[in-house]
């Protein structure tokens, strides 16, 4: 009899041991998110839809690569819509999912590294990306280029021509061609400047190129095919080396931050404006247009 009950309780022992573990890999599993939850507060997971149902939708998190099966009903999300979900303490309190990339948007993204391009000629992204940030103080060469493209930017805003002036064609040319053709200012390159004079050059060329477009519509028609939606290149390559410095130089990311913000207001710059300037990104990867999303929406 003895026996009997010490084999039950051995059996019982190890079906218990057994049913602790399984509930500790469940949880594991299925917590909610990796790392740090912040409790009543608002969290935020990127992921990609891979499947939806009545109630229900299946979400790959696009950092870790963790599944999600989430209580959710919207007949506007659909499967590889990349999304963002806002919850509180866990995924089972989901407040809102918001659609950032919608499948119909997939061509701009590609799950791809990027590649390295020699050509400087035929190049419209940004270099620099894959190389290492250098975001020190602007010097005194750099800070007079970052003058003459402010200055540049007074003399757009303040012609009053019917036409445009040959002036003011010169100036446009130069700036496209000293930013993405390898042209030499005061003999510096483009790609020679500090992260942080980058920014503030693309910021005065953005200005520009929306000056030029308001006042002479018609004037971009008539230039070659490489100075076409220059604006849309511009958008990239700046939000290319935001992303970036944002990464490395809490400094230079609060300057980038605060000149973006005055673009996309200046600018009026939307979300749609940004997701076709994607198409210029020098990392097409669904994480780099989330981290785009985030400077958008003021969330870095």
């Known amino acids: 009899m003895e026996k009997k009950n010490f084999k039950l309780i051995y059996i019982s022992v190890f079906l218990l041991l057994i049913i602790v573990v399984l509930v500790f890999l469940f949880a594991t599993s299925y917590r909610g998110l990796k790392g740090d939850v912040k409790k009543n507060s608002t969290n935020t997971l990127y992921g990609v839809v891979l499947e939806t149902g009545k109630n229900?939708?299946?979400?790959?998190?696009?950092?870790?690569?963790?599944?999600?099966?989430?209580?959710?009903?919207?007949?506007?999300?659909?499967?590889?819509?990349?999304?963002?979900?806002?919850?509180?303490?866990?995924?089972?309190?989901?407040?809102?999912?918001?659609?950032?990339?919608s499948e119909e948007d997939q061509v701009y993204v590609q799950d791809t590294k990027p590649t390295t391009t020699t050509s400087r000629v035929t190049s419209i992204t940004s270099k620099s990306s894959s190389s290492k940030t250098t975001t020190k103080k602007i010097d005194d060469s750099e800070d007079i280029i970052v003058n003459q493209f402010k200055e540049s930017y007074n003399l757009v805003n303040s012609s009053n021509e019917s036409t445009i002036g040959e002036k003011v064609k010169e100036k446009f040319i130069d700036i496209v061609d000293f930013i993405f053709?390898?042209?030499?200012?005061?003999?510096?390159?483009?790609?020679?400047?500090?992260?942080?004079?980058?920014?503030?050059?693309?910021?005065?060329?953005?200005?520009?190129?929306?000056?030029?477009?308001?006042?002479?519509?018609?004037?971009?028609?008539?230039?070659?095919?490489?100075?076409?939606?220059?604006?849309?290149?511009?958008?990239?390559?700046?939000?290319?080396?935001?992303?970036?410095?944002?990464?490395?130089?809490?400094?230079?990311?609060?300057?980038?931050?605060?000149?973006?913000?005055?673009?996309?207001?200046?600018?009026?710059?939307?979300?749609?404006?940004?997701?076709?300037?994607?198409?210029?990104?020098?990392?097409?990867?669904?994480?780099?247009?989330?981290?785009?999303?985030?400077?958008?929406?003021?969330?870095?």
């Open 56 to 101: 229900y939708i299946k979400v790959k998190d696009t950092k870790s690569d963790d599944m999600y099966y989430l209580q959710y009903e919207s007949d506007s999300i659909s499967i590889n819509d990349i999304v963002s979900i806002k919850y509180k303490d866990s995924m089972e309190k989901i407040e809102d999912v918001e659609i950032i990339v």
């Open 181 to 300: 053709y390898g042209k030499e200012i005061n003999g510096r390159t483009f790609e020679s400047l500090t992260t942080s004079a980058k920014g503030k050059v693309i910021y005065y060329a953005l200005l520009i190129d929306s000056k030029i477009d308001s006042k002479w519509p018609q004037y971009k028609e008539t230039i070659s095919g490489k100075y076409q939606d220059i604006k849309a290149k511009l958008i990239a390559k700046y939000l290319d080396l935001t992303t970036q410095a944002c990464k490395s130089d809490e400094h230079a990311c609060e300057n980038f931050k605060k000149d973006f913000n005055l673009l996309k207001s200046s600018l009026k710059l939307t979300w749609d404006v940004i997701k076709k300037a994607f198409s210029y990104a020098y990392d097409k990867t669904s994480n780099k247009i989330i981290e785009w999303y985030e400077v958008f929406s003021g969330k870095v």
